[in-house]
């Protein structure tokens, strides 16, 4: 056999040193470490797809509105703690235009990032109703937001909804919600890490059981428009992105700012509330907060003893690229399209080496080419697959981490490979291929 693409002592003692017990059920950030050490000594690259990170610049608007904001002087204020006027008004405008939704300004609030606007929603969520105390992941998922739960000290469920898609959504469902102790639901979508993406069909059935047993569904949109197989990026003009909020009025939408605008550094995101959640009157709050509404409890009860509000020239930043985006001046999908073609490069070059797509369909359809896409090797689990990857110099995050059932799936990130990278990811899996021969 031939020496693996990256020098094999070199591996084997790094991952000895790393201490890691199994790479498969390390943490995205354990990974990204041991192969920053493994790029050191060994001089070579990997072709690098375990994390989720933009890997173009950010959106020249939100750069602009930033600066121009900082020598305003915004820095040395403190900013209101749900958002500033003019910004929380064009997130209204945003959701109207992107989504063909309404929401008033006063449940659009900008957070430090989507992650803190999750941290909020479950803290607050959890507090709703006396006899409620979990949230159900619909599965794969991000594994930091069952983290925020350990950190919370709060109890989830979950399910991989990859054997309940279509019309089996709802009993699944069903089963949990008839429990009685689910007070919210949360997924992504287009889904970190399989890239599956809800159909309309699902999103009423989800939305329907939410209003029939008063849950209320957290919609992760990190990927916002991200969908390439429909174009989602004129505004005021369909198709919209899809969304529940069309099926029930008991929602919160994340949208974050770090892939869409390519604008993580920043930590800035969005949540939206609806109008009916917003104004909301739950008993239960009266025990922890001030208030028994629901919207003045996030705000004045949430956010404010979490960070008071969301750096001042960040919420300017996103405020210009919003307004960019909102006039139409600056195409936000198209600035994000080429993840997709990366990805259709990626997926050809994987499936003609004998790996196969473990996520592949949104029930009668391919899966889309996006940020994210989920492979497997025959005969390999996802440890021994993600461990075997390393010496070839191919870096990738296990599915086990993320609530998957399928064990033997690992995810790919197509947001730091390089065009010209293309080549060296086909030569390395044709090497893993000959020297893995399918039987
Ligand atoms: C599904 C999902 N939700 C939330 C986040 C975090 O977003 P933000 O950077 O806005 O905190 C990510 C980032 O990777 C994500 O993939």
Redesign the pocket.
Known sequence: MKETPIKSSIVSQKIDESGLKSVGKSSIREIKKLIDEIEDASGQKFIRMEM?IPGLPPAQAGVEGQIEALQRGVAAIYPDIMGIRPLKKEISNFVKLFMGIDVSPEGCIPTV???QGSFASFLLLSRLFNDRDTTLFIDPG?PVHKTQHEVLNLNYESFDVYKFRGAKLRGKLESYFKTGKIHSVLY?NPN?PSWICFTEEELQTIGELATQYNVVIME?L?YFGMDFRQDYSKPGAPPYQPSVANYTDNYIL?I???KAFSY?GERI?MMVISDNLFNGQYENLNKFYTTDQFGYSMVFGTIYPLSSGTSHSAQYGLLNMLKAANKGTFNFVEYVKEYGEKARLMKKIFTDNGFRIVYDTDINQDIADGFYFTFSYPGFDADELLNKLIYYGISAISLLITGSERREGIRACTSLIQFDQMKDLEERLQQFAEDNPLT
């Open positions: 989720g990032g989507s992650m991000f992504s970190n992760d990190a994340f974050s700012s770090s993580a995101g």
